[in-house]
């Protein structure tokens, strides 16, 4: 069959491979724009702990990228997935019924646990037409997208004023069609712990499915916990709690694509089964979203897990909040910002009255900082993570030049 030629200026296969040194002085260049993360520049995507933990990561999802973890022919992977679940649910107060799935990510948790809601809803009321979310408006929009992927309907309600979601407010708007509520540990935005324990109370009382979005704090507030005893509580030990989402790769500090979606009751859990038959290879069953699940990624979760275990966690975790009170302490000192309500972890969003705050972040990114913004609220935002402490001063220094020169 022989092939159409290809578009005008469209890109194509080069006529003949290239050695790995054109190869790398090409990836160099092509990287050459992005954003220096390793000396603390980037605002938000990056959870580097240090070149030791790095080359841990590197070497275990080199010894696995040709494996799917998902394929039941790598026990290995298996046992590394069993091994990870088990920690986690350690960490994040599950007891004897809980269960957990090894996920790519918290949009495949989300819609593992939306789905799984649903079909838990939809045993015990079958006859409601269009069940719902009920949400703070500072939830992750991936929900959003769950529920639009599902045809399900999503309600947002307004936070409170400080930054979390009120207890009042999801309580008086919790209907017949209500199936799931989802609280943040802690949201994205506003890095504040939504107050969980109350929200579980009046879950259970309504028989309402209580879903904890934790892929920033689960590896991090188990930790900081031990050394700040007024954390927020948020883990499947609260009753109501009913599942839980954490992200390995952020503040665990794996590799990209691995998280947890973890269970208060196996029960539940079993709503993510997926079988199906009627096809010439015979059964097909599924736990998850993706068939495929990056071996490398699986491994090196668990190798970073090892080679930094309790103490190694507790002393990052220590690390992140002494540059998080540094940060929030420059920020509070330069006049006419302000930080916006009280962060529990290390995520931080800040404001002005006084100056466009986004004039400022374009003058901060000016000078080659990598700025996360917020629209409602104006504010700029940023997540601390241990890298920034190569940064901390030299942000704060460019953000004061940069407000200065807004004020004159």
């Not at 069959?1 to 080069?14: A, E, H, I, Y």
């Not at 997926?274 to 015979?282: L, M, N, R, S, V």
Request: include cysteine.
């Amino acid at each position: 069959m022989m092939s159409s030629p290809p578009s005008p200026g469209r890109k194509t296969l080069p006529a003949r491979g290239q050695p790995w040194s054109e190869l790398h002085d090409a990836l160099s260049a092509l990287r050459s724009a992005d954003t220096d993360w390793r000396h603390g520049r980037d605002s938000l995507d990056v959870y580097y702990a240090g070149e030791d933990v790095l080359d841990v990561a590197r070497r275990a999802y080199a010894m696995f990228i040709s494996e799917n973890a998902r394929a039941p022919q790598f026990p290995s992977l298996q046992r590394m997935q069993d091994d990870l679940l088990q920690i986690s649910l350690s960490l994040l107060g599950g007891g004897r019924e809980a269960a957990g799935t090894v996920t790519i990510g918290n949009a495949e948790s989300a819609l593992l646990a939306v789905r799984s809601a649903y079909r838990a809803f939809r045993a015990r009321r079958p006859q409601v037409r269009r069940p719902h979310l009920l949400v703070p408006a500072s939830v992750h929009p991936v929900y959003e997208q769950a529920a639009d992927m599902m045809g399900l309907e999503l309600i947002r309600v307004a936070i409170g004023g400080d930054y979390r979601a009120s207890v009042q407010t999801i309580g008086q708007c919790i209907e017949a069609e209500t199936m799931m509520i989802v609280a943040s540990a802690p949201s994205l935005p506003f890095g504040t712990i939504d107050p969980i324990e109350a929200l579980g109370r009046i879950a259970r009382d309504r028989d309402v499915w209580l879903h904890v979005d934790a892929c920033i704090g689960g590896f991090l507030a188990p930790h900081v916990a031990r050394i700040v005893p007024a954390v927020p509580r948020f883990d499947l030990s609260l009753p109501g709690v009913r599942s839980l989402a954490a992200d390995l790769h952020k503040f665990g500090y794996a590799a990209n694509g691995v998280s947890v979606l973890l269970y208060a009751d196996a029960d539940d859990q079993a709503h993510q089964l997926f079988e199906y038959d009627q096809w010439p290879k015979g059964l097909w069953r599924s736990q998850t979203l993706s068939g495929t699940l990056a071996g490398g990624a699986v491994a090196s979760a668990w190798a970073v897990m090892h080679y930094l275990g309790e103490t190694g966690y507790r002393t990052l975790a220590q690390r992140v909040m002494h540059l998080r009170d540094r940060y929030l302490e420059g920020i509070e000192r330069i006049s006419g910002l302000h930080v916006l309500g009280q962060p529990d972890l290390s995520v931080i969003a800040f404001g002005s009255d006084e100056f466009d705050i986004h004039a400022i972040g374009d003058a901060m990114q000016a000078r080659s900082w990598h700025i996360s913004r917020l629209t409602a609220p104006a504010a700029l935002h940023m997540t601390v993570t241990p890298v920034h402490d190569q940064a901390v001063e030299a942000y704060l220094d460019d953000l004061a030049r940069c407000v200065l020169a807004a004020r004159s």
